[in-house]
Protein backbone atom coordinates (compact mmCIF):
# COMPACT_ATOMS: atom_id res chain seq x y z
CA UNK A 1 0.00 0.00 0.00
CA UNK A 2 1.34 3.62 -0.91
CA UNK A 3 2.79 5.42 2.06
CA UNK A 4 4.72 8.33 3.36
CA UNK A 5 6.69 7.78 6.40
CA UNK A 6 7.99 11.18 7.94
CA UNK A 7 11.03 11.55 10.36
CA UNK A 8 10.11 12.49 13.85
CA UNK A 9 9.39 15.91 15.75
CA UNK A 10 11.97 18.25 16.15
CA UNK A 11 12.72 20.89 18.71
CA UNK A 12 14.66 23.46 17.04
CA UNK A 13 16.51 26.56 18.20
CA UNK A 14 15.78 30.13 16.40
CA UNK A 15 18.17 30.70 13.59
CA UNK A 16 19.01 26.41 13.11
CA UNK A 17 17.81 24.67 10.19
CA UNK A 18 15.34 21.79 9.77
CA UNK A 19 15.50 18.79 7.24
CA UNK A 20 12.18 16.65 6.94
CA UNK A 21 12.71 13.08 5.84
CA UNK A 22 9.56 11.68 3.68
CA UNK A 23 10.56 7.97 3.22
CA UNK A 24 8.17 6.62 0.28
CA UNK A 25 6.93 3.02 -0.64
CA UNK A 26 3.95 0.96 -2.60
CA UNK A 27 4.49 3.05 -5.56
CA UNK A 28 7.11 4.25 -8.03
CA UNK A 29 9.04 7.23 -6.79
CA UNK A 30 9.45 9.00 -9.86
CA UNK A 31 5.98 9.10 -11.43
CA UNK A 32 4.90 11.56 -8.69
CA UNK A 33 5.88 15.07 -7.57
CA UNK A 34 6.18 15.70 -4.05
CA UNK A 35 5.03 18.60 -2.86
CA UNK A 36 5.23 19.72 1.11
CA UNK A 37 2.74 21.76 3.17
CA UNK A 38 2.76 23.15 6.40
CA UNK A 39 0.04 23.92 8.91
CA UNK A 40 1.22 25.99 11.85
CA UNK A 41 -0.82 25.68 15.69
CA UNK A 42 -4.71 26.60 14.83
CA UNK A 43 -4.02 27.63 11.52
CA UNK A 44 -4.70 26.58 7.77
CA UNK A 45 -3.02 24.56 5.10
CA UNK A 46 0.45 26.48 3.86
CA UNK A 47 1.52 25.59 0.66
CA UNK A 48 5.36 25.16 0.59
CA UNK A 49 6.59 23.92 -3.02
CA UNK A 50 7.25 20.87 -4.88
CA UNK A 51 9.94 18.56 -5.95
CA UNK A 52 9.98 16.98 -9.96
CA UNK A 53 11.69 13.67 -8.84
CA UNK A 54 12.52 12.68 -12.50
CA UNK A 55 14.25 16.30 -13.39
CA UNK A 56 15.25 17.68 -9.71
CA UNK A 57 13.11 20.66 -10.25
CA UNK A 58 11.55 22.69 -7.83
CA UNK A 59 9.14 25.33 -7.29
CA UNK A 60 9.01 26.94 -3.98
CA UNK A 61 6.16 29.56 -2.38
CA UNK A 62 7.68 33.23 -2.83
CA UNK A 63 7.82 33.11 0.88
CA UNK A 64 10.10 30.54 1.54
CA UNK A 65 12.22 31.15 -1.19
CA UNK A 66 15.84 31.64 -0.01
CA UNK A 67 15.27 29.34 3.00
CA UNK A 68 13.83 26.38 1.92
CA UNK A 69 15.54 23.60 -0.05
CA UNK A 70 13.86 20.30 -1.56
CA UNK A 71 16.11 17.69 -1.86
CA UNK A 72 15.08 13.77 -3.41
CA UNK A 73 17.46 10.67 -3.45
CA UNK A 74 15.24 8.33 -6.02
CA UNK A 75 17.26 5.26 -5.16
CA UNK A 76 15.62 4.93 -1.94
CA UNK A 77 12.47 6.86 -2.40
CA UNK A 78 13.05 9.09 -0.08
CA UNK A 79 12.21 13.01 -0.34
CA UNK A 80 13.83 15.44 1.99
CA UNK A 81 12.86 19.48 3.12
CA UNK A 82 15.24 21.48 4.58
CA UNK A 83 14.06 25.02 6.27
CA UNK A 84 16.90 27.67 7.62
CA UNK A 85 17.46 30.17 9.52
CA UNK A 86 14.08 29.11 11.45
CA UNK A 87 11.83 31.63 13.83
CA UNK A 88 9.09 30.86 16.25
CA UNK A 89 6.74 31.49 12.96
CA UNK A 90 7.81 28.50 11.62
CA UNK A 91 6.40 26.00 14.15
CA UNK A 92 3.91 24.01 12.51
CA UNK A 93 3.68 20.55 11.52
CA UNK A 94 4.97 19.69 8.23
CA UNK A 95 3.62 17.26 5.59
CA UNK A 96 4.89 15.45 2.61
CA UNK A 97 2.16 14.73 0.29
CA UNK A 98 2.29 12.73 -3.16
CA UNK A 99 0.98 14.38 -6.32
CA UNK A 100 0.04 12.68 -9.96
CA UNK A 101 1.62 14.99 -12.83
CA UNK A 102 -2.14 14.77 -14.09
CA UNK A 103 -2.69 18.53 -13.15
CA UNK A 104 -6.81 16.79 -12.30
CA UNK A 105 -5.55 14.93 -9.74
CA UNK A 106 -4.74 16.27 -5.97
CA UNK A 107 -2.77 15.05 -3.30
CA UNK A 108 -4.42 11.71 -2.21
CA UNK A 109 -1.37 10.01 -0.09
CA UNK A 110 -0.19 12.26 2.90
CA UNK A 111 2.84 11.58 5.08
CA UNK A 112 2.00 11.62 8.96
CA UNK A 113 3.63 14.71 9.38
CA UNK A 114 6.31 15.91 11.57
CA UNK A 115 5.50 18.46 14.17
CA UNK A 116 8.67 21.36 14.25
CA UNK A 117 8.76 23.59 17.46
CA UNK A 118 11.14 26.10 17.18
CA UNK A 119 11.69 27.69 20.48
CA UNK A 120 14.68 29.05 22.79
CA UNK B 1 0.09 36.32 -4.86
CA UNK B 2 -2.73 34.47 -5.39
CA UNK B 3 -5.47 33.84 -3.31
CA UNK B 4 -8.43 31.50 -2.55
CA UNK B 5 -11.61 33.36 -0.99
CA UNK B 6 -13.39 30.80 1.10
CA UNK B 7 -16.01 31.78 4.34
CA UNK B 8 -14.53 30.86 7.68
CA UNK B 9 -17.79 29.43 8.95
CA UNK B 10 -20.83 27.41 7.89
CA UNK B 11 -23.50 25.79 10.28
CA UNK B 12 -25.57 23.58 9.34
CA UNK B 13 -28.24 21.23 10.98
CA UNK B 14 -28.22 17.54 10.36
CA UNK B 15 -29.59 16.15 7.41
CA UNK B 16 -29.63 19.44 5.30
CA UNK B 17 -27.59 20.55 2.68
CA UNK B 18 -23.92 22.55 3.30
CA UNK B 19 -22.51 24.65 0.14
CA UNK B 20 -18.95 25.90 1.14
CA UNK B 21 -17.65 28.05 -2.18
CA UNK B 22 -14.35 28.81 -2.81
CA UNK B 23 -13.20 32.04 -5.57
CA UNK B 24 -10.21 32.62 -6.87
CA UNK B 25 -9.45 34.27 -10.51
CA UNK B 26 -7.68 31.67 -11.85
CA UNK B 27 -10.41 29.13 -11.21
CA UNK B 28 -12.11 29.45 -14.77
CA UNK B 29 -8.71 27.28 -16.18
CA UNK B 30 -7.26 25.61 -13.11
CA UNK B 31 -8.86 22.50 -11.88
CA UNK B 32 -10.15 22.83 -7.34
CA UNK B 33 -9.53 20.18 -5.56
CA UNK B 34 -11.01 19.85 -1.64
CA UNK B 35 -9.59 18.29 1.16
CA UNK B 36 -11.49 17.70 5.09
CA UNK B 37 -9.92 18.01 8.00
CA UNK B 38 -10.51 16.85 11.46
CA UNK B 39 -9.03 17.33 14.44
CA UNK B 40 -5.62 15.82 15.20
CA UNK B 41 -5.60 14.37 11.49
CA UNK B 42 -3.97 15.05 8.38
CA UNK B 43 -6.40 16.20 5.59
CA UNK B 44 -8.08 13.92 3.21
CA UNK B 45 -8.46 14.97 -0.83
CA UNK B 46 -12.54 14.66 -0.96
CA UNK B 47 -12.65 16.34 -4.05
CA UNK B 48 -10.41 16.77 -7.00
CA UNK B 49 -10.62 17.85 -10.52
CA UNK B 50 -13.21 20.38 -9.35
CA UNK B 51 -16.40 17.57 -8.96
CA UNK B 52 -14.99 14.26 -9.46
CA UNK B 53 -15.12 11.65 -5.86
CA UNK B 54 -12.26 9.80 -5.12
CA UNK B 55 -12.98 6.18 -4.22
CA UNK B 56 -14.24 5.86 -0.71
CA UNK B 57 -15.48 9.33 -0.29
CA UNK B 58 -19.48 9.05 -0.06
CA UNK B 59 -21.36 10.17 -2.08
CA UNK B 60 -23.05 13.25 -0.27
CA UNK B 61 -19.84 15.04 -0.78
CA UNK B 62 -20.27 16.65 -4.53
CA UNK B 63 -18.25 19.53 -6.19
CA UNK B 64 -19.60 21.92 -8.70
CA UNK B 65 -17.29 25.00 -10.80
CA UNK B 66 -19.37 27.95 -12.15
CA UNK B 67 -16.78 31.30 -14.19
CA UNK B 68 -14.36 32.60 -10.97
CA UNK B 69 -16.14 30.10 -7.89
CA UNK B 70 -15.96 26.27 -7.32
CA UNK B 71 -18.43 24.82 -4.39
CA UNK B 72 -18.05 21.77 -1.99
CA UNK B 73 -21.72 20.22 -1.48
CA UNK B 74 -22.66 17.97 1.51
CA UNK B 75 -25.81 16.95 1.13
CA UNK B 76 -27.79 15.38 4.24
CA UNK B 77 -24.75 16.67 6.60
CA UNK B 78 -24.00 14.09 9.36
CA UNK B 79 -22.53 14.47 12.40
CA UNK B 80 -19.60 13.29 11.20
CA UNK B 81 -18.86 15.56 8.45
CA UNK B 82 -18.00 18.22 11.39
CA UNK B 83 -14.61 19.33 10.06
CA UNK B 84 -12.68 22.06 8.20
CA UNK B 85 -12.77 21.95 4.41
CA UNK B 86 -9.94 23.29 2.58
CA UNK B 87 -10.17 24.13 -1.47
CA UNK B 88 -6.45 24.38 -3.13
CA UNK B 89 -6.06 25.29 -6.89
CA UNK B 90 -2.97 26.55 -8.46
CA UNK B 91 -2.09 29.30 -10.67
CA UNK B 92 -0.71 29.45 -14.31
CA UNK B 93 2.97 29.65 -13.24
CA UNK B 94 2.71 26.24 -11.16
CA UNK B 95 2.40 27.54 -7.74
CA UNK B 96 -0.38 26.34 -5.63
CA UNK B 97 -2.31 28.01 -2.84
CA UNK B 98 -5.25 26.84 -0.12
CA UNK B 99 -7.99 28.86 0.84
CA UNK B 100 -8.09 29.41 4.48
CA UNK B 101 -10.43 26.87 5.53
CA UNK B 102 -14.25 26.57 5.70
CA UNK B 103 -15.75 25.13 9.71
CA UNK B 104 -18.35 23.31 9.33
CA UNK B 105 -20.51 23.07 12.27
CA UNK B 106 -23.00 20.48 12.63
Known amino acids: QVQLVQSGAEVMKPGASVKVTCKTSGYTFTDFYTHWVRQAPGEGLEWMGW????????RYDEKFQGRVTMTMDTSIRTAYMELSRLTSDDTAVYYCVRKSYHESNGYDFWGQGTRVTVSS | SYELTQPPSVSVSPGQTARITCSGN??????AYWYQQKPGQAPVLIIY???ERPSGIPERFSGSSSGTTVTLTISGVQAEDEAVYYC??????????FGIGTKVIV
Open chain 2, 26 to 31: ALPRQY
Open chain 2, 88 to 97: QSADISGTYV
Open chain 1, 51 to 58: INPNSGAT
Open chain 2, 49 to 51: KDN
